[in-house]
Nanobody
């Protein structure tokens, strides 16, 4: 069973950048498509990025396209989320998730393993 641990969250000013990491243990992430989701207070959890098991396919919703980039290093068993030009509305807890499939999904119900989340706060 894969365990996921997010890191890299914190407080940043609007316009700044953060890089989130998701380190996996207990299994190799090359067998999994990966996703990043976020949940703001009082809102549903939404996808912000997803990547196929080998990294050849990525997805970013319009809300973050051009600002966020998902990547993975299977040799390091780690997935990243580079977040640039951050806005106050990006404030949320960010979660990493693994799906036992080659291709990612935008539906959180299709992911099998989740991390505990890392909080991101963007001040105006």
């Amino acid at each position: 069973q894969v365990q996921l641990a997010e890191s890299g969250g914190g407080l940043v000013q609007a316009g700044g950048s953060l890089r989130l990491s998701c380190a996996a243990s207990g299994g190799t992430i090359s067998n999994y498509a990966m996703g990043w989701f976020r949940q703001a207070i009082g809102k549903e959890r939404d996808i912000v990025a997803a990547i196929s098991s080998r990294g050849g396919t990525t997805y970013h919703p319009d809300s973050v396209k051009g600002r966020f980039t998902i990547s993975r290093d299977n040799a390091k068993n780690t997935v990243y989320l580079q977040m640039n030009s951050l806005k106050p509305e990006d404030t949320a807890v960010y979660y990493c998730a693994a799906r036992t499939a080659l291709l990612p999904s935008t539906n959180q119900n299709n992911y099998d393993y989740w991390g505990q989340g890392t909080p991101v706060t963007v001040s105006s």
